[in-house]
Antibody, heavy 116, light 111 residues
């Protein structure tokens, strides 16, 4: 069974930083591209960032470019999202997702709240 | 970059069928999409991948009541024999060389 378990969310002040983690099990993690997707309260899904299986390629939405960094450690089956210079509009549930081109598995999400 | 357009809401009666639409922007009518379901308060769930030819593949454990079809730039999700648990938000997704995009979502109400 594929499982993606996110952690690291919480309350942070504007301008602060947070690192999200996503541990994968039930898959050969190193074989798959991965992504982060977020959902602001009451809103739709927004793709945030993606990374290739080998970390050779990373991609970002314009809304987070220059502030967020995606990475992975294939030896630990773990995906990361380093979030800096956080703003109120970054408040959302952040989902880790496995890709086969399209998303075919989702994590349960972790809530990030940016507020003073 | 492709854009996906979905109706904001739809409704249908218990036991009936409903067809949801996702429309690809001009110049992207051949793109593959995926459909995802998000029940209230839960994480999204992958339902199926759908090609421009109309060929589709359901995800693991997805009931056969869920099917896909295509016509030009339109991608459809048909849910047959509607159940109460099908009341949810439905999102389509596609991707380009370096970016991924979701439609705005359709809120399905089961009457």
């Amino acid at each position: 069974e594929v499982q993606l378990v996110e952690s690291g969310g919480g309350l942070v002040q504007p301008g602060g930083s947070l690192r999200l983690s996503c541990v994968a099990s039930g898959i050969t993690f190193s074989s798959y591209a991965m992504s982060w997707v977020r959902q602001a309260p009451g809103k739709g899904l927004e793709w945030v960032s993606g990374i290739s299986s080998s970390s050779g390629s990373t991609f970002y939405a314009d809304s987070v470019k220059g502030r967020f960094t995606i990475s992975r450690d294939n030896s630990k089956n773990t995906l990361y999202l380093q979030m800096n210079s956080l703003r109120a509009d970054d408040t959302a549930v952040y989902y880790c997702a496995k890709r086969s081109g399209y998303i075919d598995y989702w994590g349960q999400g972790t809530l990030v709240t940016v507020s003073s | 970059q492709p854009v996906l357009t979905q109706s904001s809401s739809a409704s249908a009666s218990l036991g009936s069928s409903v067809k949801l639409t996702c429309t690809l922007s001009s110049g992207h009518s051949s793109y593959i999409i995926a459909w995802h379901q998000q029940q209230p308060g839960k994480a999204p769930r992958y339902l199926l991948k759908l090609e421009g030819s109309g060929s589709y593949n359901r995800g693991s454990g997805v009931p056969e009541r869920f099917s896909g079809s295509s016509s030009g730039a339109d991608r459809y999700l048909t849910i047959s024999n509607l159940q109460s648990e099908d009341e949810a938000d439905y999102y389509c997704e596609t991707w380009d060389s370096d970016s991924w995009v979701f439609g705005g979502g359709t809120k399905l109400t089961v009457l």
